[in-house]
């Protein structure tokens, strides 16, 4: 069975510190399911059918399962390159991922955004660009068009360490701070950009944390491996945000295991260390999550083998539709310059 | 859209300047659509952006008219984020030459938005963006880079250059759910014209010509129509009859009116307020070369900035940017006339470096 709008991608949870095994058996699903579809992708992308790059976010799952858990189907998100996560944790349709990245009709942007360019309007999912710091912007727009409008929504942007290296980055977060905008901006650091380490981007000590509370900006960092700290910290700043108390940054520290861009990985080309690697699935968001529902006594086996048969079945359906639905036909090239 | 409703040649009677033309445009819009914001630096103070936003702030709020931190692309990614989430923003830039700041979200993002979502959301955006000129404006105040921008598909680049079309095209622009870029020339603000009252729109993408002739046909822009319509008053006299085709409009251009006009006409001058290496020239020529070649009785000219910055001191700057006076010498040059006529362009009798007898600087 396809679930085109799965529930287990974006589980609910109340203010409290998760309790109660349906809800953290749905993190731990929503963590799943987006570990299930990208190590899909990476495994069909050899096959050289989806022809465009793909950047996959296995290792760095529980930002996007735990700020989207905490946020309402009229919140609005924006996100990077690094989106798919974002896009299906929000609610975004799995067949028109794959249908995007898969180059064909179906796709979320009928095949001519590729994977970086994912939306999903009927989630509130605004749009992915790659271009660094531009979610930020994006998103205090968003922001900005909630507080005059007088809504109660509050509006999100995901993005990585490197983002806060542009300029638009300070620009937007400051303009956020002096309109006291409903904005969460939530940060995955995984300390790298494409391949270039922290070492030689910022300097040694850099808390980007401070640098955002200079601008005026409340700011909390967390580990980005533990679903539930990531629960914690975004229903604060999402509450803080709705409430009008103003923007808030996250920071959650992170573990990109694969490669930049593409199915494959570094460690083992010699491009990163490779005693780096046991160490980040020791901290794996499914085993540290796993590891939690274990020791408080949620863990149920043949529940939990249940639900991710089930989102392996909706995977491989959603890619079995894609496969076999049509390319967009050549009239689509010069169609929707201008918005008619 | 509401139907164009262009009453340019049928009203007599009210007057404006190009600048509060602008500023009835944007007044209508806030006051019909209270998803339209305006913002930039300046608009909120006593001077209104040289008088095109004065009075905005009193009339529709501090919530809807705005200035803004010193932020040119982290204010335009806002712009577009407010766009795609429901508003209709106009960002105005005094200056075009800032305004540069913040390309990277013009081109890479509300350029291709609607595109490269395959159609399922929109950036209605609007950016004022103005060129300077004279008065030592220098190299980093008078730039005119229309043709960077109507390179990039997904953009609207509109020049308007009377009061009626400046108002027209604002609200059209506004009105239009794709990011429009206006750029202004500071030479027209102070110039008068007449603009009906009430709400009306000046199609984005159609030039008008806005004095028949049969001999040349000169296409311009902006403030160089000004110019253009100048020369071929003077050529009149010695019995040129020219066409000036105000393009009003360089993306998406209108390529019909121009092989139209020249088709008729025969000739080709035309006059852009940038540099002519790459420029909007180029592209005006290449359309009428492709398109209307048999039609053509000599080679087209081009009247554009030296390919040079633009320097500050009025002695070199008489010498920089062109006006009737190299208009009327290309004109004469298509219809095989000698260039040096002993009639020559007697001049405007102001300073070469001000638009009218009231600018007093300082830009």
Redesign the interface.
């Known amino acids: 069975m396809i679930m085109e709008r799965s529930q287990a991608g974006r589980p609910r949870h109340t203010k409290e510190a998760p309790a109660g095994g349906v809800e953290l058996a749905a993190l731990y699903a929503g963590l799943y399911r987006i570990r299930r579809a990208e190590e899909v992708i990476a495994d069909l992308y050899p096959e050289q059918q989806m022809r465009c790059p793909v950047h996959l976010c296995i290792g760095q799952e529980a930002p996007p399962v735990g700020v989207c858990s905490q946020l309402e189907p009229c919140d ?1 998100a ?1 996100s990077t390159h690094r989106s798919h996560g974002h896009y299906l944790a929000k609610g975004g349709s799995l067949v028109a991922l794959l249908g995007e990245l898969y180059g064909r009709a179906v ?7 590729g994977s970086m ?1 994912l ?1 999903d ?1 009927d989630c509130n999912f ?2 992915a ?1 790659p ?1 660094l710091g ?1 979610s ?11 507080s ?2 007088r809504e109660r929504r509050v ?1 999100v942007a995901f993005f990585g360490d490197a983002a806060a290296e542009e ?2 980055f ?3 977060a ?2 956020a701070v ?1 309109h006291r905008l409903p904005v969460v901006l939530v940060c995955e650091n995984n300390g790298l950009s494409t391949l270039s380490p922290l070492a030689v981007r910022q300097p040694p000590g850099r808390s980007l944390c401070d640098l955002v509370r200079g601008i005026g900006m409340e700011a909390r960092a967390g580990d980005g491996n533990d679903v539930l700290e990531v629960v914690r910290l975004a229903s604060d700043a999402i509450a803080h945000a709705r409430e009008g108390a103003g923007p808030v940054f996250l920071e959650f520290a992170v573990h990109r295991w694969r490669e930049h861009c593409g199915p494959g990985w570094d460690h083992d080309k010699g491009l990163r260390d490779p005693a780096e690697l046991p160490s980040f699935k020791e901290r794996d968001p499914l085993v540290v999550m796993r590891g939690f529902l274990e020791q408080a006594g949620g863990w149920d086996e043949s529940a939990m083998s249940r639900i991710r048969a089930d989102i392996d079945a909706e995977v491989a359906a959603a890619v079995t539709t894609v496969q076999a639905s049509p390319y967009p036909d050549r009239g689509q090239l010069m ?6 | 859209m509401p139907p164009e409703t262009d009453a340019r040649h049928t009203a007599a009677g009210r007057q404006l300047k190009y600048c509060h033309a602008i500023r009835e445009a944007l007044d209508l819009c806030l006051a019909a659509d209270p998803s339209v914001y305006v913002m930039g630096l300046g608009v909120t103070d006593p001077k209104g952006v040289f008088d095109s936003t004065s009075g905005l702030l009193e009339r529709h709020g501090a919530d809807r008219v705005l200035d803004m931190p010193a932020s040119e692309n982290g204010i335009a990614g806002m712009a577009i984020g407010s766009a795609v989430a429901g508003m209709r923003p106009v960002i105005v830039h005094q200056r075009m030459d800032f305004a540069i700041l913040c390309f990277d979200q013009l081109v890479n993002q509300a350029a291709k938005w609607h595109y490269m979502f395959g159609g399922k959301a929109r950036v209605p955006l609007v950016m004022r963006m103005i060129v300077g000129r004279g008065w030592g404006q220098g190299s980093q105040h008078a730039q005119s880079l229309q043709s960077w921008l109507a390179h990039v598909p997904g953009l609207k680049v509109i020049m308007p250059a009377t009061p009626h079309d400046a108002k027209g095209m604002i609200i059209a622009a506004i009105e239009d759910d794709n990011p429009v870029v206006s750029i202004e020339h500071r030479w027209l603000f102070n110039i008068d014209g007449p603009v009906p009252e009430g709400h009306y729109t000046t199609e984005i993408g159609k030039a008008r010509v806005i004095r028949p002739g049969k001999d040349v046909t000169i296409a311009a822009v902006s403030h160089m129509t000004i110019e253009a319509v100048r020369a071929a008053e003077f050529l009149a006299e010695e019995g040129i009859d020219v066409e000036v085709l105000d393009l009003r409009t360089l993306r998406p251009l209108d390529r019909e009116a121009l092989v139209e006009s020249v088709s008729r006409t025969g000739r080709i001058v035309v006059a852009d307020t940038g540099w002519k290496t790459f420029g909007a020239s180029a592209e005006i020529v290449a359309t009428v070369t492709e398109r209307a070649f048999p039609a053509l009785r000599a080679p087209p000219q081009r009247i554009a900035l030296a390919d040079i910055s633009s320097p500050s001191t009025p002695a070199l700057a008489e010498f920089f940017f062109p006006g009737v006076g190299e208009i009327v010498a290309a004109c004469r040059s298509v219809m095989g006339l000698p260039i040096l006529s002993a009639r020559k362009w007697p001049g405007s009798g102001l300073p070469h470096d001000v638009p009218d007898n009231a600018f007093r600087g300082p830009f």
Do not use: M, Q, W
Request: glycine content about 18%; overall charge neutral.
């Open positions: 609005y924006f796709g979320c942007s009928g095949g001519k955004g360019h939306i309007l605004l749009g660009v271009i531009t930020v912007a994006l998103a205090v727009g968003a922001g900005f068009a909630i005059r409008r509006s300029g638009v300070y620009e937007a400051n303009f002096l169609a929707d310059e201008y918005a008619p």
